[in-house]
């Protein structure tokens, strides 16, 4: 069981952009070797005043723009929810070093090339279970699921695997963070930033962060 590590608490000036932080958090726990999927997060939906929430990994980082990506099953039971009610929040959290970060933000369909490239970068049978896969779909057997997937295998041969329609990225373009770092005696040091975002078609423009520190 690894010790937990007593982190540095946020400057005192805080920072103009929270996510060159949050980035630098991300790698730290990276090179911590700590936990198996470092960059594992958690995603909220809502639909209809419904929240859900379930663990996805960040697969792309852009501290600059304020991205983080993901990607899923466009036609999954999230993917259908993203896409009829974009705002979505994000949680990090590395118990063992005493951070936690919280994300809310629009998602919106990554570029197809971007969606390509990764999806090349899979191991083979990962692509093949996008394609076997109708994510969230009810099915009646394990067993029936193994079969889809051989289905998939002698279907695409020894050929590369293409990208399913089905199935690419999100970018989430944050419009608030919220940096949390444990203190001693419940005196954790957190602070929230927010901007402006601007959606026109497939472009978006981002305003100034604006930050102040929270009470714990």
């Not at 099915?139 to 079969?147: E, G, N, W, Y």
């Not at 089905?166 to 040091?189: F, K, M, N, P, T």
């Not at 959606?199 to 520190?213: F, K, L, N």
């Amino acid at each position: 069981m690894p010790e937990r590590i007593a982190a540095d608490f946020l400057p005192d000036t805080l920072p103009d952009n929270p996510m060159h932080l949050v980035d630098a958090w991300l790698s730290a726990a990276r090179d911590a070797n700590f936990l198996p999927n470092p960059n594992a997060m958690t995603l909220a939906t809502s639909e209809d005043g419904r929240p859900a929430a379930r663990i996805v990994l960040c697969k792309g980082f852009d501290a600059e723009a304020g991205i983080v990506d993901f990607y899923t099953n466009y036609e999954s039971a999230k993917g259908r929810v993203i896409d009829a009610h974009p705002e979505v929040a994000l949680v990090f959290h590395w118990d063992h070093q005493s951070r936690q970060v919280r994300i809310e933000g629009l998602a919106l369909r990554a570029p197809a090339e971007q969606s390509d490239a990764y999806f090349a970068s899979r191991p083979r049978k990962s692509q093949l279970g996008a394609w076997a896969s109708a994510q969230s779909q009810p099915i009646d057997s394990r067993d029936a699921m193994l079969a889809r997937f051989e289905s998939a295998a002698a279907e695409h041969g020894g050929d590369s695997v293409e990208r399913p329609p089905h199935w690419g990225g999100y970018r989430v373009w944050a419009r608030a963070c919220e940096l949390w770092v444990e203190g001693a005696g419940r005196v954790h040091d957190r602070a929230r930033f927010e901007r402006e975002l601007t959606v026109a078609g497939d472009t978006v423009a981002t305003g100034a962060w604006q930050g102040s520190r929270l009470q714990p």
